[in-house]
């Protein structure tokens, strides 16, 4: 009797065990799942890039020396000529007095050998070496008010100081910007896209942009300008994208830039997760069928599927390349 009960035991705790190892793993794994919709399948190229004025200018010194005035201009409206920046003068104005003074010299010097010739009293090859020590000195004087020039920046066009870089007592380097200066609108935004991509790219195509200043708002331009040479070292080729007047952006942020190069409306789309390879694995009951499909336009997120699957046919998503044609899953959400 006792042995009997251990029989019926026993045989409870195998058909238990059998019970739950089909539960774990006779129903297959467990997957998730999208249904083939109807929408607009887009393709795109993908670029970065920056906002920036259409007309606008880096405004830098050309020599290295102290500031010792600049504009409090930033944000305000200035007109072409104004000063920005004023640097400290002091050594060349005293390079110009030596100057002006040996020109003095030059000249009363000239004026003394010019009545000696007239007297007879000196040679007129004493007079040319008079006349061209005193060019020479004048020609140094106009190369020094050059440079004096350099020491007062001024503004190069009409329009809004957009950054100020720079404060009084800092030594301006030569090359370093101490302005920009632009006009506000309108705007653009300047992109660079792999030299793979930049064939399917063309004039006034739409494109859409992403930043993290906006994260759900639509931003669109269109593409204005392609730089016909690319650089040899990055790779890129320029673009310049027109931005409409009422955009939120500003310049100098950065954006993602998904440029536009096909769209199809009423296409059929899945995920592009959901392909392996060319093919798809679509849910029939408990079980996935793998099934090739032919597939048309390629987006980042979605694929439009031109034949070999129907709307409203669920597929795996994303495809693991664990599952195996025929193979038992399971999907939470399945009716």
């Not at 002091?90 to 007297?119: G, H, N, P, Y």
């Not at 720079?166 to 609108?185: D, H, K, N, S, T």
């Amino acid at each position: 009797m006792r042995n009997q009960r251990l029989l019926i035991v026993g045989a409870f705790v195998l058909v238990l065990i059998a019970g739950l190892g089909w539960w774990r793993y006779g129903r297959g794994p467990q997957i998730a799942a999208a249904t083939a919709t109807r929408g607009t399948a887009v393709e795109i190229v993908y670029a970065t890039g920056g906002v920036e004025p259409v007309r606008w200018a880096k405004v830098a010194s050309v020599v290295r020396d102290r500031i010792v005035e600049i504009c409090d201009c930033e944000g305000k409206a200035i007109v072409k000529g104004d000063v920005l920046v004023r640097l400290d003068d002091r050594e060349v104005q005293a390079q110009m007095k030596e100057l002006k003074a040996r020109e003095d010299f030059a000249k009363r010097e000239m004026t003394r050998v010019s009545d000696l010739v007239t007297r007879g009293a000196a040679t007129t090859q004493s007079y040319e070496r008079a006349s061209m020590d005193l060019q020479q000195v004048q020609g140094l004087i106009s190369v020094q008010l050059e440079k004096i020039g350099d020491y007062t920046i001024l503004a190069p066009m009409d329009g809004v100081v957009l950054r100020r870089d720079g404060e009084i007592g800092e030594i301006a380097e030569a090359g370093q910007i101490l302005f920009r200066v632009g006009v506000p609108l309108p705007l653009q935004v300047v992109a660079e896209v792999n030299e793979e991509d930049i064939p399917r790219v063309a004039l006034k195509q739409t494109v859409l942009f992403r930043t993290d200043a906006f994260p759900d708002r639509r931003l669109e331009g269109t593409v204005r300008e392609i730089t016909p040479m690319g650089d040899v070292v990055a790779k890129t080729y320029r673009i310049k994208v027109a931005l409409p007047d009422d955009t939120p952006l500003k310049p100098g942020m950065s954006v993602e830039a998904n440029i536009v190069t096909r769209e199809q409306a009423n296409a059929l789309l899945i995920p592009a997760d959901a392909l392996q390879g060319n093919a798809v694995f679509v849910i029939d009951g408990g079980r996935v069928r793998k099934r090739e499909v032919k597939i048309g336009i390629r987006g980042t997120r979605a694929v439009e599927v031109l034949d070999g699957l129907k709307e409203g046919e669920r597929v795996a998503s994303p495809a693991s390349t664990d599952l195996k044609d025929g193979a038992h899953v399971r999907v939470p959400d399945a009716p």
